[in-house]
């Protein structure tokens, strides 16, 4: 009887998971979507089901704190779903671990237009060669700017490179007074410290991602104009929470630049005093020796390689991917499209500020694509705070941070040089 009772139920469970795939004759997809985007796509996927009459979307909404882990779990446990938007640092893990089913040929087949998309957002996909995600919605970081506090100190031009940028740095400092500041790098963020180090021509990481590369004159270049931000006290020694409230200290008049996401302008628009409207805005970020370049963020779509509806999923992934469907994203949520054509949305031509975004993002790059990166960029929050406060040197501080990063890069050494061993291409 225990023998038939378990039959019965592993019958009932094939049943369960094979009506989980199918409704009707409508073929169902397994979609998952982190954040306020899961809410937001909640709302088009009525449209994409109109005009797909033959498929379902599952959609489940998962918060992005438990995101990460729960994709992982139903990785081990073969329970994927069959399309997910990934953020841009979790590509590489999940291609690394075989769990992504390549794009190119299904690519090739469409009429999608990668040269559409911003380089560095379509980049993010790219790895070995290989397509393995398309851009739904990006992001970069630019400086926010008081430009009311600069001209007060008599800043009549935006800064282009490094040089011109401390200059305008020290005469805010020197008009608003020890009490104040020029910028707020908040000491427990990577994120200002990565965006600056992208801009140098040498690479952070090195032979094919096994190593560390922050002991090149580059890296250094970059810790040395950071430490000077702190060391002439342009920049508190802060961390972000000792700072009760980021919008209104910045309307305060607390620091003149801020280097942040997208996300920002509304929230400054809501929380700044309507007295301060036209005094502030954003800027292209600075580069060493003119305009620079900065991080691509935001979340590229992917389909599982367990997954048996991959055709159907790729339907999804093409009218996701839409510019219509993008800009009906950006009126949702305000994130910023990563086709150029979408950028015709009023919303976005419209708005400065946006478009400031808009032309960052052509200068905008990828992260380094190994796996280990996120755990990296912790390492560099590490070193970059005791350089802020004044606790090593430049040297020593990239010295220090290509040890900890060729720890972490261990084991991909030993994978890699275990496949070139193995005569594996």
């Known amino acids: 009887m225990n023998g038939l009772l378990r039959r019965v139920l592993a019958m009932s469970l ?36 109109r005009t797909h009459p033959g498929i379902r ?7 992005w704190t438990a995101a990460h882990e729960k994709l992982l779990t139903a990785f081990a446990g073969d329970a994927l779903p069959d399309v997910v938007p990934l953020g841009t640092t979790w590509i590489p893990e999940f291609e690394a671990l075989g769990a992504l089913a390549p794009l190119d040929e299904r690519i090739a087949a469409s009429s999608l237009d990668s040269n559409d998309f911003f380089a560095g957002s379509w980049d993010t996909g790219r790895i070995d060669g290989k397509i ?21 100190a008599g800043v009549k031009s935006m800064p282009q490179n490094w040089d011109q940028w401390l200059a305008a740095m020290d005469a805010v400092k020197k ?57 002439a006290d342009y920049a508190p020694r802060l961390d972000n929470t000792r700072i009760s409230n980021v919008w209104d200290e910045f309307g305060n008049g607390l620091f003149a630049y801020y280097i942040s996401g997208p996300w920002n302008i509304s929230e400054f628009r809501k929380r700044l005093p309507r007295s301060l409207d036209g005094a502030w805005g954003t800027m292209p970020l600075p580069g060493p020796e003119g305009p620079g370049r900065s991080i ?20 999804l992934v093409q009218w996701l991917s839409q510019p219509a469907q993008q800009m009906r994203l950006h009126e949702l949520t305000g994130d910023l499209p990563s086709r150029r054509s979408a950028w015709a949305a009023p919303t976005l031509v419209d708005d400065p500020m946006m478009n400031v975004f808009r032309e960052q993002m052509e200068r905008a790059v990828p992260p380094p694509k190994v ?8 390492e560099m929050r590490i070193v970059g705070e005791q350089v802020a406060q004044g606790k090593t040197d430049v040297d020593a501080a990239a010295a220090d941070l290509d040890r900890r990063t060729d720890a972490i890069l261990a084991k991909r050494r030993w994978m890699l040089d275990h496949k070139r061993g193995q005569g594996v291409q």
């Open 14 to 49: 094939l049943v369960l998971a094979a009506c989980s795939r199918t409704d009707g004759r409508r073929h169902v997809v397994r979609f998952w979507a982190m954040g306020q985007e899961g809410e937001a796509v909640a709302k088009l996927l009525p449209e994409f089901e």
């Open 57 to 63: 979307v599952d959609l489940q909404q998962v918060p």
């Open 132 to 152: 393995w995600a398309v851009p739904w919605y990006a992001e970069t970081r630019v400086p926010y700017q008081r430009r009311d506090l600069l001209q007060d």
């Open 175 to 231: 008009k608003q007074g020890s009490d104040k500041y020029a910028i707020l790098l908040p000491t427990n963020e990577f994120e200002p410290l990565l965006n600056l180090a992208i801009q140098q021509q040498e690479p952070l990481l090195r032979d094919e991602g096994r190593y560390g590369n922050f002991r090149s004159a580059g890296f250094k270049r970059t810790l040395a104009f950071y430490k000077q931000m702190f060391d």
């Open 296 to 315: 691509m963020g935001g979340t590229s779509f992917v389909v599982f390689r367990s997954s048996r509806r991959q055709g159907d999923a790729w339907a």
């Open 371 to 378: 796996p280990e990166w996120e755990r990296i960029a912790q």
